[in-house]
């Protein structure tokens, strides 16, 4: 019988185990949504008029202006700090070259079509005689040291794109260590004052602007990069030819040019006022109703492609974003009409229309980050009191839920509450809907934000397509009838979540784990297991939002709100730097990272792991 016990004793755990991760409450309906109102609120937030809701445009500030208004005619509360619809803040909200010169040799070339300055430059003057900087790869792995002969202190450098043609790397390394920010921050720390990339390949064009986002970081360091027929003109100036630059970098031989070059860069950055639209349809019992479900989805977009953008070729054309994501916004509009004319839950339904998440999750970030900071009530009267402090309990995104196909709704995040998934499981067969489960609660949405701050949180998506990110997103090719099925969906998890009697327990799902690394993959992807804080203002460095449990970062003793000022002995300039320091490592590799925290610089060790 002990044996028979012993046996049995795994299988009953199992099973008990199994049944707490099943939803048991019982599951309201909601009513359906009005798929025709919702196409009509899509379609005017994605109407050319909007400027696709771009940052720092009069069609986002228009667009928020709509949503307080459709939220309030909904019979909802304004849900921002002061009591209104609009939680607002500055931000940066555009980057653009102001201006760019360059001589050589005397001669005058043309900005656009002879060289073009990065948005990653640092602002200023220069002047000096050009050095041959190869590739501008310093590798001590690998042994490949371009700088190992210069001089680079104050010079003007030139540096070849993309990776030598050496077997020495292996092509995930190769790719790694071609990146222009990991040249660019060894630039500067062998002391340069400006480099000068240089096109290596043969398609005679001029690669098309990449914009870089409104928040990003100088470089420390003046940066331009030359067209082919720039570059061609440099070299007959220096009396040699491209070709000869090319193949004494892949040789790592020396290379002696004297033409004086001469220029300058300004790189401006503009701030502006943005908003998350925030309503609140107060809950019904005085023991929960502090206790919020918070349901949100951003309403910017791309503007006319100043970053982000999949179609270069389509110049300043208006991103409408009709998928991506007035769907969403527009979502989130007929959940609080359908929410609001029911019965009021036990717990709080707040609404957020987040703002800057193609600029990475910026508003999320600033709503997430506001909900520590002590609440006000403000009463009839106009006297302010302290509130008791809201928790949200549950988070559901929606972000591209406009284009139902055959494959169903995608929902991330179920893996952070134990009975998540088996809840939407359940409210989708209900309402005949194919589900697929994915796991990413820390994917590229504002459910992240929630994830960050240990918040569980699902994301309902009906996926990307051709259309992503291009000005071929528009409200035409929007099925209502297919949305109205995903919010319905979207609705009864909310009302689930709101009158549960137990609020969804938090689980932090360690990273899946991933087969050894064979020797013909080239190493694994080496993982360090921070989230980003995008678009964080102050000084140079990469600041953290949250750590990962169980990541190489957690062992080290990374936290939240800790910056990262040095990676692998390499100063960090900016997210952008670091993530491409980490590119160049390698999984197993041991590296110290040096943050500051307060007022302190603290060492650490980590030992990069294989990305999940």
């Known amino acids: 019988m002990r044996r028979f016990a012993r046996l049995l004793l795994p299988l009953v755990l199992a099973l008990a185990c199994a049944s707490q991760a099943r939803w048991r409450e019982p599951l309201a309906e909601a009513r359906g949504v009005d798929a025709a109102a919702w196409a009509a609120d899509a379609a005017w937030l994605a109407d050319p008029a909007r400027e696709g809701r771009g940052l720092g445009t009069a069609g986002l500030e228009a667009a928020a202006r709509f949503l307080a208004e459709r939220f309030a005619e909904a019979g909802l509360e304004g849900g921002a700090p002061d009591g209104g619809f609009l939680q607002s803040f500055r931000m940066p909200v555009a980057i653009a070259a102001r201006e760019q010169r360059l001589t050589v040799g005397g001669q005058v070339l043309a900005p656009e079509r002879d060289f073009r300055a990065l948005l990653a430059s640092e602002s200023g003057h220069f002047a000096g005689e050009a050095v041959f900087a190869g590739h501008g790869i ?93 570059a061609e003109r440099v070299a007959r100036l220096a009396g040699t030819e491209l070709a000869e630059w090319v193949r004494r ?70 991103h409408p974003g009709a998928d991506d994501n007035a769907s969403g916004a527009a979502g989130l509009v007929a959940l609080a009409r359908t929410l609001a004319a029911g019965p009021r839950p036990a717990r709080t339904l707040v609404f957020v229309a987040f703002t800057a998440e193609e600029a990475g999750l910026i508003g999320s970030a600033r709503y997430v980050e506001e909900l520590a900071k002590p609440s006000e009530v403000v009463a009839a009267s106009g006297a302010r009191s302290e ?11 929606l972000d591209m839920i406009g284009r ?5 709704v995608s929902a991330y995040g179920a893996e952070t509450a134990p009975a998540f998934a088996d809840l939407v499981r359940r409210l989708a067969e209900r309402r ?138 390499a100063s960090v300039a900016s997210l952008e730097e670091l993530a491409a320091l980490l590119r160049a490592q390698s999984e197993g590799s041991e590296v110290e990272i040096v943050v500051r925290r307060g007022a302190e610089r603290i060492a650490l060790r980590a030992v990069l792991g294989r990305r999940p």
Do not use: C
Not at 187 to 203: M, N, Q, S
Not at 221 to 230: D, E, Q, R, T, W
Not at 454 to 463: N, V
């Open 138 to 230: 310093s590798d001590p792995e690998s042994g490949w040291d371009d700088y190992a002969r210069l001089d680079a202190r104050g010079a003007v450098l030139l540096v070849l794109d993309g990776r030598p043609s050496d077997p020495v790397f292996d092509e995930r390394r190769g790719r790694a260590l071609a990146q222009r920010s990991l040249k660019l921050a060894t630039a500067r720390r062998h002391g340069a004052r400006a480099v000068l990339f240089v096109p290596k390949d043969e398609d005679g064009g001029f690669p098309p602007p990449s914009g870089a986002l409104p928040t990003a970081s100088s470089a420390g360091v003046i940066a331009l990069a030359l067209s082919k027929s720039g």
């Open 249 to 318: 970098a892949d040789a790592r031989e020396p290379l002696a040019l004297r033409p004086r070059l001469a220029g300058a860069v300004a790189i401006a950055r503009r701030e502006g006022e943005v908003a998350n639209v925030i309503a609140r349809l107060p809950g019904s019992d005085p023991e929960r109703a502090h206790e919020q479900v918070v349901i949100g989805a951003h309403y910017d977009h791309l503007g006319r492609g100043e970053f982000g953008s999949l179609s270069p070729a389509a110049g300043s054309e208006v």
């Open 387 to 397: 509130a008791q402090p809201s928790e949200v309990v549950g988070m559901i995104n």
């Open 404 to 408: 139902l196909g055959e494959a169903g």
């Open 432 to 569: 005949g809907l194919a589900v697929s489960f994915v796991d990413g609660s820390h994917g590229p949405s504002d459910h992240s934000s929630f994830h960050a701050a240990r918040i569980p949180a699902l994301f309902f998506t009906t996926g990307v397509h051709e259309a992503y990110h291009t000005p071929l997103d528009r409200a035409e090719e929007l099925r209502s009838e297919g949305a109205a099925r995903v919010l319905g969906l979207a609705a009864d998890a909310a009302l689930a979540l709101a009158e549960a009697r137990e609020r969804p327990r938090y689980a932090a799902a360690a990273p899946a784990p991933r087969p050894p690394t064979t020797p013909h993959e080239g190493g694994g992807r080496p993982w360090l297991g921070t989230v980003p804080a995008f678009g964080a203002a102050g000084p140079p460095g990469a600041r953290i939002a949250a750590v990962i449990p169980g990541s190489p970062a957690e062992r080290a003793g990374l936290a939240a709100g800790d910056v990262i000022v040095s990676f692998a002995g």
